[in-house]
Each structure stands twice: as structure tokens, then as C-alpha cells.
């Protein structure tokens, strides 16, 4: 298994503002992603993101409003740029393992206002 | 592609009773599955997944899933509701049928149990 581990817990911010979403796993792994879940809604995969790499990004989601780090095997960042009230969800990072299993972490709580 | 339908957004069962929540998945290679348990204003915790090996799973909290390839579903029941089960619960598909890759998920069901 996987823990990890996400900072900030829940955040307020202003729109036009950025923030970046850390996620730390306390073991190496390869694969790593980010997800979005808007209020009351699923979740809906916004990129993988790829060590050594540029991280792959999903329709509808691109590099200049979700900027995606991942400098090592164990730790990534996602940024929500430019906000706006729309952005206002539940961001979740999980990591998958060589066991046909994935671990999500407990979330980022963002309210745009 | 990989596709989730979760039939019924909202099931309401009374304490004791059987839980059913259905899942119904398309997938162009044999697929991973999964379902996922999130409580409010926490995150995921994995019930149960299907990796090919048996098909009737056993996952934690007494939930478990048969999966039928016939009928492409996966759903998921409990024998008897507990009224901690109320929470959002989530079936989703391994894209590409490949391991430890990204997960489609469906719409989610809500699980309400009265006493």
C-alpha cells in the first residue's frame, strides 16, 4: 500500500490567484495523477503526471491552467492558475502501484471566491 | 474506450436491509475494477477491486462484488445495511485494462440507511 499525503488540507482564495497542491507519497512510485471532483459531482482524471516528463494531460484540461511537477518518484505539485469560482472542487492526487490498485490521497478542499 | 454507468444516483435502504448498487462497464480489453467508498468531507477508500482472478470479490465492511462478463456489470451488495454505510460510492474502470493506470469513474451513488 501507499500513504499519502496532501498540503494544503482546504484552501479560500480570490480569483485571479494561483495555488499549487502538494502531494507526497511515502514510498516510490511510478505512476502518479490528478483528479478533480466539482461539488456534488465524480471524479474526472485531469492529468498523470510523469516523472522525468512533461505530464500527460486529459481533454478539456491544459498545461497553462493546471502547471503539474513531479521532480522525483515520491513527490508532485499541481497549480491551479488564473482562478475563477468554477474551480472551486475537491483536487485529489493517487498514485498506482504495481498491484493493479490505485491510492488516493485525502484531498484539497479550494473555494474560489 | 472504458466507460462506468452507475444506475441510480441515490439508493435509500433501511438498517438491516440488503444494499445492491449497480454498476455496468464497456471495455474494449478484459478490465480492472473497482469500487470506492467516500465518506462526507473525507476521501477514498477502496471496498473492493476485480483484477481477473476470482470473480466474486470480498472487500472490507462486509461489502462484496460478483463480476459478470456476460452481462459487463459489477455490482456491488452488502446482505445487511449498518448505518455507517451511508456515504458516496464510486465504481470506476482501469483505463486501458492496464495496471496501476488511470481509473475512469461513473456518476456515483448515494447510500442512505434509516434506522
Not at chain 1, 26 to 36: A, E, G, K
Not at chain 1, 37 to 54: F, M, R, V, Y
Not at chain 1, 61 to 72: A, E, M
Request: glycine content about 8%; hydrophobic content about 35%; charged content about 15%.
Amino acid at each position: 500500500s501507499a500513504v499519502i499525503s496532501q498540503k494544503p488540507s482546504r484552501d479560500i482564495c480570490q480569483r485571479g490567484t494561483s495555488l499549487t497542491i502538494q502531494c507526497q507519497v511515502d514510498s516510490q512510485v511510478t505512476m502518479m495523477f490528478w483528479y478533480r471532483q466539482q461539488p456534488g459531482q465524480s471524479l474526472t482524471l485531469i492529468a498523470t503526471a510523469n516523472q522525468g516528463s512533461e505530464a500527460t494531460y486529459e481533454s478539456g484540461f491544459v498545461i497553462d491552467k493546471f502547471p503539474i511537477s513531479r521532480p522525483n518518484l515520491t513527490f508532485s505539485t499541481l497549480t491551479v492558475s488564473n482562478m475563477s469560482p468554477e474551480d472551486s472542487s475537491i483536487y485529489l492526487c493517487s498514485v498506482g502501484t504495481g498491484v493493479k490498485e490505485q491510492y488516493f490521497g485525502p484531498g484539497t478542499r479550494l473555494t474560489v471566491t | 474506450a472504458q466507460s462506468v454507468t452507475q444506475l441510480g444516483s441515490h439508493v435509500s435502504v433501511s438498517e438491516g436491509a440488503l444494499v445492491l448498487l449497480r454498476c455496468n462497464y464497456s471495455s474494449s480489453v478484459p478490465p480492472y475494477l473497482f469500487w470506492y467508498v467516500q465518506y462526507p468531507n473525507q476521501g477514498l477508500q477502496l471496498l473492493l477491486k476485480y483484477t481477473s482472478a476470482a470473480t466474486l470479490v470480498k472487500g472490507i465492511n462486509g461489502f462484496e462484488a460478483e463480476f459478470k462478463k456476460s452481462e459487463t456489470s459489477f455490482h456491488l451488495t452488502k446482505p445487511s445495511a449498518h448505518m455507517s454505510d451511508a456515504a458516496e460510492y464510486f465504481c470506476a474502470v482501469s483505463v486501458g485494462g492496464q495496471a496501476g493506470t488511470a481509473l475512469i469513474f461513473g456518476k456515483g451513488t448515494t447510500l442512505s440507511v434509516s434506522s
